[in-house]
């Protein structure tokens, strides 16, 4: 196998790329000057090096301070309501909220959510959350579960919310969810019964 | 023109159909029986007779107590929630909400939105819903305006809550709307600022 | 079942209708104003009454010189090429082609194509056909097979050509079908493979 | 900017990726093994100078007989038949071609075609081409533009015969277009006018 199948299979791997594309993306970098592919090339080899896992909230960051931090940016910021706690699936979900300025506490990345059909939590970082829960016990009032609604989103709710049941139930920490109800755009002759239950058990 | 291109004309005046949809329509009715096409024209012909406008709520309903009633059959329904009145825009909205047996008390249909752009009225029945719940004013306790979530929507409410204000300062009814939030499979990551600051906000 | 669920019913029998836009269809006509509805349901009624189908060619036509014209306007017209004669599945194909004014003689219509799996030619009328090809011979040079490109319509050209034969055989007439190969907008690298054996087949 | 943005920004520049799906591909790489982006970075780097661009066809190849080859494998075939050479936009149009064996002549690749509102060629081997139909003189009979059936294809096709015309003219050499008509699916109720008329026109 030649180099161009050899770098399509390997683009084909990336999310939402078919063989085609991943062919088209080959011949669009025969056509790029050298200093492209090299940069290219260079930031994908040194990714993993320069990207740390922040200790607290597991977030993907760069160490800019160059002290070896071992914190993220958001996670150092003494000025963060340490009163409460976000709780997200993945570092986009987090970045789409930072983006609004809507919250001003800190985050703690899940890694995934846990699919229905299955109890393996594994890649789901629920035991680490349960050990920042506990440092923080005594600022800490509320932890928002901040996920997606779909069924994986409400089973990891489900299991997270009785995974820090132990400490919820002997400190006054909230576990809250976001609100449901009417979405942008949401339009009252097709929304499905869910969306309209609690949109007007939600209403004010 | 012909019978087929008049027919056609008359049907590309649905919504959503175009002429070429519309020229299909007739080929198809072109095949088939007398009686499907009697039928289908003696039900169009009447329509208007038979369907009527209930004088409270403004939904279109069939008489079928032959007493000529002029209230449909849920606002003559006595064992429905007489402190709780629903403001929607059309028959399908209610249709929506009635199938899925979350609401118990009656209804007002305000025939449209209001356009943004202007304050043009006309066609909404905000001076009718005064009037009914002028009537009401000793049983209701709450006017749920349950519009779309979408600009229109949103300037309906302005305009309706405003309508109701002589009836809502004088009168303890409150004014609400539907609960705003995630919608069913609303990803965080590709939700809006609006969804986000309604959905942390509305938080419980 | 009141009217207005009646009449929807009858409209989601129409081709690419489900129940959601045949309900919009009625809720539409009952704001219509009463000519509107009249007059929709007239022409539905003696739309069959209106229409003849021509007896040498099966097109749907409106008899406007109210002499019982047997024969829709463009089998009447003698101008028109009487060598050639082009077979279409239905009136659309004809309209389409007629449209375009890039044909000059008269027309057949098949009223539908063969499915692959049968052969129950019962709603085709290859005899018919026959018989008008039959009536013709002495004009007749060709007859173009006009059907587009897929199963069924290769099927059909299979079935039409056989049943043909024995004229075709006997009289100097050529059945011909239509060029096949690039059609507008085909890209090469996304053609399928019998588009490009016929493209590189039939260059000139 | 760290290097997760940084690297984003790259593969945003890739055909069809946006800003979103490029942090998608970043956050996926974050998550594979190092052996992974070892070997996606080291075929990026090493692509321009695995890759050879053949002398002949303009093809991109990989020279496997590692004699410093200056010829695609086809090109160097000498079975190949030498009296017919097809002219396509890109690699991706010739590797549809072959894939289908329908062909089996050389090739030659333009590099992309003209835009109409342009003279502009600079991209546009055909001076090129040119050398290569003017090298092969005594055994080419035929020269087959096979490009996309749009207006860039076309504009294309006007300029490559105008350039070879010196050529055609004083040689026996035909310079000939795929053939137009119904490609694979089409219907003859919704065909543009130009199919029509290549359908038509190119019957049989």
């Not at 899940?110 to 229905?116: D, R, T």
Request: aromatic fraction near 8%; charged fraction near 30%.
């Amino acid at each position: 196998m030649n180099t161009i199948d050899k770098l399509a299979e390997q683009f084909s791997k990336l999310p939402g790329i078919g063989p085609r594309q991943a062919k088209r993306f080959v011949y669009f970098l025969l056509k790029k000057d050298d200093a492209f592919l090299k940069g290219l090339s260079e930031n994908i080899l040194k990714l993993k090096q320069d990207i740390n896992t922040c200790e607290s909230c597991y977030q993907f960051f760069q160490d800019k301070t160059k002290t070896s931090a071992k914190k993220c940016e958001i996670c150092r910021d003494s000025t963060r309501d340490e009163t409460v706690l976000m709780v997200v699936g993945k570092d986009a979900d987090m970045e789409n909220i930072e983006k609004n300025h809507i919250y001003n506490g800190k985050y703690f990345i899940l890694g995934g959510y846990l699919p229905i059909m299955s109890n393996d939590a594994s890649w789901v970082r629920s035991d680490k959350l349960f050990e920042i829960v506990k440092q923080r016990k005594d600022e800490l009032k509320e932890v928002i579960l901040a996920l997606s609604l779909n069924p994986e989103g409400e089973n990891t709710i489900y299991h997270v919310t009785r995974t820090l049941k132990p400490l919820t139930d002997k400190y006054p920490i909230k576990v809250s969810t976001l609100g449901k109800g009417l979405s942008t755009g949401t339009e009252l002759e097709y929304s499905d019964d869910d969306t309209l239950k609690n949109a007007l058990k939600n209403r004010s």
